[in-house]
């Protein structure tokens, strides 16, 4: 998969409805597949020099209109949970 986000200035929004909006488009267009994983939100964040909440809320929002879903699983090594996203 290869998500393609490209942020402007805020003049064309917050930065969470910028990746919200960008990610349902390539969804909607078929660029993501149903049960493609997403990138963690703190990765993606990393690689778009933003903060992890725009992530988040964008993956909320996506979820919310059921474009997208989340699943959590506890890690065997750590025994911690893990999130993952992915396309529904």
Known sequence: MMLNIQLKDRT???VYLQVRNQIEAQIRDKGIASGESL???SALAQK???D???IQRA???L???GL???SARKDFLSG????TYSVS
């Open 12 to 14: 064309e929004g917050p």
């Open 68 to 70: 997208i879903k989340k």
């Open 80 to 83: 911690r949970e893990v999130i």
């Open 52 to 54: 992890k909440g725009e």
């Open 59 to 61: 993956y909320f929002e």
């Open 39 to 41: 990138p963690q939100p």
């Open 48 to 50: 778009l020099s933003v």
């Open 63 to 65: 979820e919310q209109l």
